[in-house]
């Protein structure tokens, strides 16, 4: 008996060795990654949050000005540009599971007056189309936005989209709405519109009778606890805000204007947030189930959700999900992995050409040393 319990005390002690080895090694992937990121030209800052089977990995890295020593933090607030989208399909997966929402209702049934452009032929567009890109609608209102994200880089484009969206209000956008020409037949072509996503968010407000930012940090501080996601911040919070960088311009860029609802590209969130929004996605209960289901198949790889991409073409990760975001003076990405129970958040505080494929590159090495240390 007394030997039977000390190799149970043995099994246990080599068990908690083996666990903190592997929590140890994961550390060591993540910063490896991090530290090699912030070494690229133009990228000298990066906060990354992992969800492994249940634990979490956070790191801050490099300096959020170039010489200030001022390392990110778990405090630090940060721009999430188009991740803004995905909580938006949160929302509305909400409001379909609670029957207050059809995907299938055409969006005028919504809309204050009518709207006779917002078809191709007979084809009208339905709320499914504006959740996976497929509605025709252009990627910005008003259409001079387009015209300016063209030449993105240029260092002049953070001011002329500022200066465009100064007064650009809510009323702004209905009008500018039927100046839209629908040149395809609605939910068979994907192309990437921010401006469903305000749609969406006025028919949120249509639906639960509730101004859009209420819906979402109500939703979001009662269910998942993010108390610091949001879409307007207060003078303190504020001082919290990144600051951030545009293309290769070494001035600080200033924050992102607030657009229509918000819900296309303004919210703000913490590292620590970020990491219970992951944990919240890969539980998947009834409303994340939902939010995931595909609305749009466009191939055997590519799928899209209530606005996830959802990927399948690889074998190894198998089904994920992901959504890249930016601003001109930050990007992030983050991915879905149910496989695994894994997750991932990265972000950094500058926004160029080359931006998203490095962060890509960071994960891509995270995930393959992780896998490694899985065989072992």
């Known amino acids: 008996m007394k030997n039977r319990f000390l190799l149970i005390l043995l099994l246990s002690s080599i068990f908690c060795l083996a666990q903190s080895s592997q929590t140890e090694n994961i550390k060591i992937i993540i910063d490896s990654a991090a530290n090699r990121m912030i070494k690229k030209p133009l990228i000298h800052s990066a906060s990354i949050a992992i969800v492994y089977q249940g634990k979490e990995f956070i790191g801050h890295y490099g300096e959020l000005e170039q010489g200030k020593n001022n390392c990110p933090d778990n405090e630090t607030i940060y721009e ?51 959740l996976s890109h497929t509605s025709g609608l252009p990627n910005m209102l ?9 030449n993105f880089t240029s260092h002049d484009t953070p001011a002329k989209i500022n200066a465009l969206y100064k007064n650009y209000g809510q009323k702004d956008f209905l009008r500018d709405l039927h100046k839209v020409k629908i040149d395809t037949v609605p939910g068979y072509k994907y192309s990437y519109s921010s401006a469903g996503s305000q749609l969406i968010a006025f028919i949120l407000e249509k639906v639960y009778k509730t101004k859009y930012e209420k819906l979402l940090t109500d939703y979001l501080g ?3 606890a993010m108390q610091n996601t949001k879409i307007n ?49 890969l539980k998947n209960n009834k409303i994340v189930a939902e939010s995931h289901k595909t609305i ?14 959802i990927a399948t073409d690889d074998k190894k990760l198998g089904t994920f999900y992901l959504h890249h975001g930016g601003v001109p003076r930050s ?45 072992k």
């Open 80 to 130: 999430i540009g188009s991740l803004s989208k995905t909580f938006a399909g949160t929302l509305a997966a909400k409001a379909v599971s609670e029957k207050k929402l059809n995907i299938e209702d055409e969006v005028q049934k919504y809309l204050p007056e009518n709207y006779p452009n917002l078809k191709y032929g007979n084809q009208p567009i339905l709320v499914k189309h504006l």
């Open 142 to 150: 008003p259409l001079e936005a387009n015209t300016i994200l063209q």
């Open 222 to 224: 009662e269910n998942i």
């Open 233 to 281: 911040l207060s003078n303190q919070e504020a001082k919290k805000l990144a600051v951030g960088y545009h293309s290769d311009n070494s001035v600080i860029t200033s924050p992102m204007p607030q657009l229509p609802w918000g819900a296309s590209g303004n919210m703000k969130s913490t590292i620590p947030d970020m990491v219970k929004y992951i944990k919240f996605q």
């Open 296 to 309: 749009a198949k466009f191939d055997d790889t590519f799928s899209i959700g209530y606005f996830w991409n």
């Open 331 to 375: 990007q992030c990405y983050i991915y879905v992995v149910p496989k695994y129970d894994l997750g991932a958040f990265i972000i950094t505080n500058q926004s160029g050409t080359d931006t998203a494929r490095i962060m890509e590159d960071a994960l891509n090495e995270i995930f393959e040393k992780m896998a490694l240390i899985e065989k």
